[in-house]
Each structure stands twice: as C-alpha cells, then as structure tokens.
C-alpha cells in the first residue's frame, strides 16, 4: 500500500507521531507522500519527512484555500525552494481550485495554479490536483498548459468523487484519480462513476487526517485505513483487496518515479 496524499504535517498527529509510523508500516503502508499547502508549512512537511528516514515523501505547492492577499509572495517562497539546487520534492501540490466556499481569490486561484502547473512541466514533476467546484475551470487550465507544452502532465486528480464522464475526462489526459475514504460513505455514487474506468489509472489516498473511512468516520484518519478503500475498489472491479493493493502501488510507483 501506498498512501499518496496524507498530511502527517497536521498537529493532530504531534503527540503521537513516532507511534502512528510505526504502526502505518506494521500495518504494511510501504511509503506516504505528504504535500504542502502553503508557503508557511514548508519547514514543517520537511521536518516530518525528515525524522522518517526516506519513509515520508514530501511535495511543495499552495493550495487554493490559501490563496488571499500574499498569494504572489507565497509562490515566490514556494519557487525558490522547489528550483533549490538538491530541491527534495517529488511532486507539486497541493495545487488547484476551489470556489467552494469563497470565490474573492477566483482569478488569483487560477493563476497560481496555471504556473505552478508549469513549474512541475519545468521540473519534470507530477502534481497533485485540488478541485473542489471548480471543475471545468481546472481541467480547462490543465489542458491549456498541456497545450503550450510538448509533454503533457502528469499528476493525480486528489480526492476525486466527481462524475463518470469527469472521470473520463481526468484519465483521457492522462492523469489518475486518486481514491480514498469517501468511496465507503454511504450516500457516495464514486463506485457508479467508476465503471470503466481502468484500475491502472488509479492511486489510493487517504488526505488523513480527513476523510476518515468507515467504520472509523469520525476519527482521526490514518494510511493504514486505506485497506477498507480497497475493500470498495475491490467490490467495483471484481477482484481481491490484494490485485488492487498491487496495481495502484504499481501505479503510484509510475507515477511519482518511486523506487522499489
């Protein structure tokens, strides 16, 4: 198993953290990708990752929710420690749009995602998208950057719960979607939206400690719950939690160049 998006970083796991690795690898979570949000939690993600011993992986990218007045010297920080000579990164992100619950940012929203989409094409680097009621702007922003570019991205459609024909839209750009824990919430229609959707364009998640599977909904999310988002996917595709466990850590592997 590998969990692609997961903010070890948040200070809900600052009493516990040493017990929370030991028990996501006892629990046979082979590596976790911890992305940044913002300029300010930089050193942060670098610390958690450092004191794991190559066992966390960070990204480096402003999220939309953070965007507001200082956007422009937050990016500037973000640039100067991703084009860092030995620069750690293995991805972009968390990077994209969300109108959600505020839309003063809008124009500024696509603009920092607009570049930080080309920094990632300039780095050779996958990215990790955030859309959240943003849909056709986000995928009009990507395919304008695939557009002036001659090698199209490569990324992960974070904590995807869209449509069918989204999802057809995300994987015929090439890029994953990344499942995590709301495929096991009662009301959600992602296992629908799935079919047909080949399982080699998937990579699994938790965005822990959020989005808690059930049975733990309501509890702090951990990596090692995305066994029950395997479960689900197993359901969907009709074959074992341990074919989708191989596939999508196959996947992630592609995708973010991680070694064996």
Not at 122 to 138: F, N, Y
Not at 207 to 235: C, H, Q, W
Request: with cysteine; charged share 20%; net charge negative.
């Amino acid at each position: 198993m590998i969990d692609t998006h997961c903010h070890l970083d948040d200070e809900v796991y600052a009493g516990d953290f040493e017990t929370v690795l030991s028990v996501q690898k006892a629990a046979g979570v082979e590596r976790i990708l911890v992305p940044g949000v913002d300029a300010a939690n930089i050193d942060a993600v670098l610390d958690v990752c450092n004191r794991s011993n190559g066992y966390l992986l960070p990204a480096i990218g402003l999220h939309p929710e953070n965007i507001l007045n200082d956007w422009q010297e937050q990016l500037d920080t973000i640039h100067s420690r991703l084009f860092a000579p030995q620069s750690p990164y293995i991805a972009v992100g968390e990077i994209g749009l969300d109108y959600h619950t505020d839309v003063t940012f809008k124009k500024e929203q696509i603009a920092a995602f607009r570049l930080q989409l080309q920094w990632a094409q300039q780095k050779h680097l996958p990215v990790m998208i955030h859309s959240r009621e943003a849909t056709e702007d986000c995928l009009d922003v990507i395919r304008q950057v695939n557009k002036e570019s001659q090698s199209p991205l490569r990324g992960v459609m974070h904590c995807f719960s869209g449509s069918h024909e989204v999802a057809q839209q995300i994987v015929d750009m090439g890029l994953y979607l990344g499942i995590g824990g709301v495929i096991t919430f009662k009301n959600c229609r992602l296992k629908e939206h799935l079919h047909g959707i080949p399982l080699e364009r998937l990579v699994l998640e938790t965005d822990a400690p959020y989005m808690t599977p059930v049975p733990y909904r309501g509890k702090r999310n951990e990596s090692r719950f995305i066994t029950y988002v395997m479960d689900a996917l197993g359901e969907v595709y009709g074959v074992s939690s341990e074919d989708i466990d191989r596939i999508t850590t196959a996947n992630a592997k592609t995708l973010f160049n991680l070694p064996e």
